[in-house]
Each structure stands twice: as structure tokens, then as C-alpha cells.
């Protein structure tokens, strides 16, 4: 029962000693310093080793301006044998408060000559001047330890120091020195530096960085150089420098290993830089001996080819049969097969050769995934075909197999627009209401949208003229018909003016014009959007577009900005908002993670 009794009382003083430090906590997080002080002493009274109680009363006398209790808390756990010296500094600081820099600069002075006789305290010194963005001192701290013993390691927390003080090239030199020796991870330290260099290569933050590489590449023959120069050169979109560092880093490891080359492949293809991308896939097909990276880079070559508006399709044609002829019809080349039948289809219009080509593929031994991918292909060739029932057949497969899988879902929204080019409006609006709340954002807003159409179009006419003509307009320009899709669009806009499939009529039209390369007149259809329509839904769709087009084919920078503006302050709710957001930033010129 005593012992029962003992514990007790310890518990009870415990649970108050906890209630106490959460009032004390609370107050000080508040602001409430007059209130937290009287816990702080209490607690520090109480238990006068407890560090924490002692950093918290410090700066509620410092708070309170009570600089005197302050230096007197100080001065006396200073007194003690076992006072660890960063109470020199929280001293030093505590007359700095009160403008006195002489007394300040004594007991910092005092701290760095504890670095001297032992660096274990080097860092918890160091850290504590930077608390109090006593930058030169911090410096001095980690410097000094690092002379007196040249295998401590603190170019970490004074790369951080230099950064903040301005200091670029010594910041650099730091963190390169932590690259060169692994002590680091390369993806922190380069996740760093970057907050301090731009994508443009004048920039004199660059410049500092480029010189120190290649002055580092001259005295060090080691690879890591040319990894940072080529991460610096795609940083700043020079990929032909950046494909040179890294033809150089191939043959230095031995022609091992082509993934960075890759990635590089990658990263130029999808900023759409198709003729450096293009040399480097090739690069990739002449270097390399797996078959599948082979195959890949030689479809992506096929790919950039047919951006080209003049691009030779017998010469295309030809290609595609030789890798077949290499590749075969195997259930390994899939992608083989569909790029083929696609280019059968949308660009020679043989789409009954593509049909039975991938017929074929159906019969291979093929997984789930494997089955559908095909059956999403052969879907997609049968509505080009208009061959809608049999189409609709594939992707109801395809959506049942899969009913949880993003594919499925977009297999579901082939079934609506599907059915929306047939002219089953109500089976499309019953698909699409499902999709309204798909995992995939895209999916999900493509699918909004057409709902949205549909279901204002029918409500405002009962024969559906308008709509109709729109969906037959949308299936051509599905098929590549351009000039016909955009004559019929605006046989729409002549005869259904001022009814609310105009401005789907102008937005569709305009991208459309887009691709004709008829600039203007795109840009004109939509401003007409934004100028009658600005309170409608597709008024954030215009915003982009006309931004986009101001800024990647009409050379309009300010005209831009100025778009990409107006769906950041007007719709926060818009697809669109973080990417305007994101490119309003890069043209005004913000560093971006």
C-alpha cells in the first residue's frame, strides 16, 4: 500500500509538472510572454537542468525586454562545470537585445575559442549563431573547427550560410565539395542549388556555377563534373551541350550503361525539342543492344517524324515494315503494332489494313492489360472507320475488364463520345455522369465537359440540329479533316448564332485553326469566347489557349502573363489553374522548384 501510495504522488507531481509546461507552451506560442514567464520560472525553480524550460524562460525575458533576469539566468547556468557553451552565445545575444555590441562580441569571441580546445561542439555553436543570423559567426564556428581538424565535414550547414549571406561561389564550392565526397546525397544537394540558378544561361548565377564545374573538370578527371554540367545544361534547356556531357559519361564508364541517355531522350521529347530529341533516340538505336529500349527509341524516331509536316510517309511506311520484319508480331511488340496501325489509319486512310492487323494481335498470348490495349486501339480505328456498334463493342470490353483501372475509365469515356459521334446522346450523358468523379483529373474534366455540352445543347433545342452538326464536326476533326471539320463548325456559328453551342463551336474551331497554323484567326475566336462569354464555362478554356498562343507562337509575352493572370485571380476552380500559375511565374520570372 506505501509503495502503491509513493507511486502515486511521483504521478501526481508529474501530471502537474505536464499541465504546467502546456499552459507554459501555449502562452509562450500565443505571445502571452507575461503570463508564460510566471510558468517558466515555476518550472525552472523546479527542475533547474531541464534545458528546455530555460530556452523558453530566456526568451520571455527577452520578450519582455527583462534583459537583466535574463543575464542573470545565463550568467548562472554558466557558472556550473557542466554548462555547455552555447549559453556563451544565448549571452552574447542577449546584450546584442540591448545594443550593446562590445559585451556581445566578448562572449561570442568566447564561444569560438571553445572550438579551439574541442570541436564536438562545433555544430550545436554553430547552429545556435545561426539561430540568431549571426552569420559571421556561424562561418568562423564551422571554418575554425575544419582547419584544426581537416576530416570534420561541415561544408553542409556553411553552403546554407553562404547562400544567406550572398556568398554564390563559396556556397558552390561547398556543396561540390560535399558532391566530390559522397558524404551527401547528389539529389539534395543539386535540389539546393537550384533555388539559386535560373534557366537562363546568362544568368550570373549560372555563369559562377558553369566556370567552378569546368574549372573543377580540368583539375579532377572524374564524371561527376560532367553529370553537373549536363544537369546545369538541361536546367537551362541547352540539350545539345547536355547531350554532349553525357556521350562523354558514356564512354568514360565504359559504354555500360545508356539510362541517362535515355532520360535525356525523354526529358527533350517532351518539351518538344523534336530535332535534338531525334539524334539522341538515334544515338540510342546505333549504341544499344536490348531489344526492347531498341524498339522504343526507333518507334519514338518514327514518332518526331511524322510531327514534320512534309515527312515522307512511304519512307515512314517502309520503316514500320522493317521493324516488324525484325521485331515480328510478337505479344513482347505491341506498341509495334498499334503505332503501325494508327499511322495505317490516320495518316494513309488504309484503316481496314490496320483492322486486321491488330485482329491478328488479338489472338496472341496476351494478359488483361496486354488484351485491352489492343481492343482500345482497334476501337479507336473502328470509330475513325465509323464503324460505331463494333468500336462500342471493344471498349465495353474494355471497361468491364478493367472497371477499376484508369484505362477502364477511359474506356468508358471512348463508350461516351462514342456515342456521342453516333448521335446517342442520352447513352453518352449516362457514361459521362459516372466519369464526373474519375481518379484521372483529365479524364474527369474531358468528361465535364462533354457532359456539359450535351446536356445545354438538348435543353435548348428539341431537334438537336445544332449538336448534331457539332458531333459530326468533332468526328472529322477526330479523323484528320481538318479543313472540312472547321467548315462545319462554322456553318454552326452562321446558322445558330447567339445559341449556346456558339462558343463550343468558336473554342473547337479555334484549336482547330491552331493546328492550320492560322494563328490569328484562332486567337480571334477566342477573345470572342472571353468578350461574349466570359462568365461561361469555357471562358478559363480561352484564357489558356489565348495565352498559350500569345506566348509560344505569337511572341507576346506581356499579352501572355496577362491571360495566364486572369485564371489566377478568376478561376481558382479552373483544370488549368495550376499550370497558369506555374507559367505566369516562369514568365515573370520567379525561381521555380
Known amino acids: 500500500m506505501k509503495k502503491f501510495l509513493i507511486i502515486l504522488f511521483y504521478g501526481c507531481i508529474q501530471f502537474a509538472f505536464a499541465q504546467n509546461?502546456?499552459?507554459?507552451?501555449?502562452?509562450?506560442?500565443?505571445?502571452?510572454?507575461?503570463?508564460?514567464?510566471?510558468?517558466?520560472?515555476?518550472?525552472?525553480?523546479?527542475?533547474?537542468?531541464?534545458?528546455?524550460?530555460?530556452?523558453?524562460?530566456?526568451?520571455?525575458?527577452?520578450?519582455?525586454?527583462?534583459?537583466?533576469?535574463?543575464?542573470?539566468?545565463?550568467?548562472?547556468?554558466?557558472?556550473?562545470?557542466?554548462?555547455?557553451?552555447?549559453?556563451?552565445?544565448?549571452?552574447?545575444?542577449?546584450?546584442?537585445?540591448?545594443?550593446?555590441?562590445?559585451?556581445?562580441?566578448?562572449?561570442?569571441?568566447?564561444?569560438?575559442?571553445?572550438?579551439?580546445?574541442?570541436?564536438?561542439?562545433?555544430?550545436?555553436?554553430?547552429?545556435?549563431?545561426?539561430?540568431?543570423?549571426?552569420?559571421?559567426?556561424?562561418?568562423?564556428?564551422?571554418?575554425?573547427?575544419?582547419?584544426?581538424?581537416?576530416?570534420?565535414?561541415?561544408?553542409?550547414?556553411?553552403?546554407?550560410?553562404?547562400?544567406?549571406?550572398?556568398?554564390?561561389?563559396?556556397?558552390?564550392?561547398?556543396?561540390?565539395?560535399?558532391?566530390?565526397?559522397?558524404?551527401?546525397?547528389?539529389?539534395?544537394?543539386?535540389?539546393?542549388i537550384d533555388a539559386f540558378i535560373t534557366s537562363d544561361g546568362s544568368n550570373e548565377n549560372n555563369i559562377k556555377l558553369k566556370r567552378l564545374l569546368l574549372k573543377n573538370a580540368q583539375k579532377d578527371p572524374d564524371v561527376i563534373w560532367n553529370e553537373l554540367l549536363s544537369w546545369l545544361f538541361v536546367r537551362e534547356k541547352k540539350y545539345n551541350s547536355a547531350f554532349t556531357q553525357e556521350k562523354a559519361i558514356y564512354k568514360r564508364l565504359d559504354e555500360s550503361s545508356l539510362n541517362r541517355i535515355e532520360d535525356l531522350a525523354k526529358v527533350t521529347f517532351n518539351d518538344n525539342t523534336y530535332k535534338i530529341s531525334k539524334e539522341i533516340y538515334q544515338f540510342i538505336i546505333k549504341k544499344n543492344n536490348d531489344i526492347g529500349l531498341k524498339l522504343t527509341a526507333s518507334l519514338r524516331v518514327i514518332e518526331i517524324s511524322l510531327l514534320d509536316e512534309n515527312a515522307n510517309l512511304e519512307e515512314i511506311e517502309t520503316s514500320f515494315k522493317n521493324l516488324l520484319d525484325t521485331y515480328d508480331i510478337k505479344s513482347n511488340t505491341l506498341q509495334l503494332q498499334v503505332d503501325y496501325a494508327k499511322f495505317l489509319t490516320f495518316q494513309k486512310n488504309e484503316s481496314e489494313k490496320a483492322i486486321n492487323l491488330l485482329k491478328r494481335s488479338l489472338n496472341l498470348p496476351l494478359n488483361n492489360y496486354g488484351k485491352a490495349f489492343i481492343k482500345m486501339a482497334l476501337g479507336d480505328i473502328l470509330v475513325y472507320s465509323q464503324k460505331f456498334n463494333q468500336a462500342l463493342i471493344y471498349f465495353s470490353q474494355v471497361q468491364k475488364s478493367l472497371k477499376n483501372d484508369v484505362l477502364g475509365q477511359d474506356a468508358r469515356f471512348k463508350v461516351a463520345q462514342t456515342s456521342f459521334y453516333k448521335g446517342d446522346f442520352d447513352w453518352a450523358l449516362t457514361q459521362l455522369k459516372v466519369l464526373r468523379s474519375s481518379t484521372s483529373q483529365l479524364i474527369a474534366n474531358d468528361a465535364m465537359q462533354l457532359s456539359l455540352l450535351i446536356s445545354d445543347n438538348i435543353q435548348e433545342d428539341s431537334t438537336m440540329t445544332a449538336l448534331k452538326a457539332y458531333a459530326k464536326a468533332d468526328l472529322l476533326a477526330y479523323q484528320n479533316k481538318n479543313k472540312e471539320a472547321i467548315a462545319t463548325l462554322q456553318i454552326i456559328l452562321k446558322d445558330h448564332k447567339g445559341e449556346k453551342i456558339e462558343d463550343e463551336a468558336l473554342l473547337k474551331q479555334g484549336q482547330l485553326l491552331e493546328k492550320q497554323k492560322e494563328y490569328e484567326q484562332a486567337s480571334f475566336n477566342y477573345q470572342k469566347i472571353i468578350e461574349f462569354y466570359g462568365s461561361g464555362i469555357l471562358a478559363d478554356d480561352a484564357y489558356y489557349a489565348i495565352a498559350q498562343l500569345y506566348e509560344n507562337q505569337l511572341n507576346d509575352i506581356q499579352k501572355a502573363k496577362e491571360n495566364y493572370e486572369k485564371i489566377i485571380y478568376n478561376h481558382q476552380d479552373s483544370y488549368y489553374f495550376p499550370l497558369a500559375r506555374k507559367n505566369f511565374r516562369r514568365l515573370r520570372g520567379d525561381q521555380l522548384e
Open 21 to 192: 509546461y502546456n499552459l507554459a507552451k501555449q502562452y509562450l506560442n500565443d505571445g502571452d510572454f507575461e503570463k508564460a514567464v510566471v510558468y517558466y520560472e515555476k518550472l525552472h525553480k523546479e527542475n533547474p537542468i531541464q534545458t528546455e524550460y530555460v530556452q523558453d524562460l530566456i526568451t520571455c525575458y527577452q520578450q519582455l525586454e527583462r534583459f537583466d533576469d535574463a543575464e542573470k539566468t545565463i550568467t548562472t547556468i554558466l557558472k556550473s562545470k557542466k554548462a555547455h557553451p552555447i549559453y556563451l552565445v544565448e549571452l552574447g545575444y542577449n546584450f546584442t537585445l540591448q545594443q550593446k555590441d562590445a559585451e556581445a562580441s566578448e562572449y561570442y569571441d568566447q564561444a569560438l575559442k571553445v572550438i579551439e580546445e574541442n570541436q564536438r561542439f562545433t555544430y550545436s555553436i554553430g547552429t545556435r549563431f545561426q539561430k540568431y543570423t549571426l552569420l559571421d559567426y556561424a562561418e568562423k564556428t564551422f571554418t575554425k573547427a575544419m582547419e584544426i581538424n581537416p576530416e570534420l565535414d561541415y561544408n553542409f550547414p556553411l553552403a546554407r550560410i553562404y547562400g544567406e549571406q550572398g556568398k554564390i561561389e563559396e556556397m558552390y564550392q561547398a556543396y561540390l565539395a560535399l558532391i566530390r565526397n559522397g558524404s551527401t546525397s547528389q539529389s539534395s544537394i543539386l535540389r539546393n
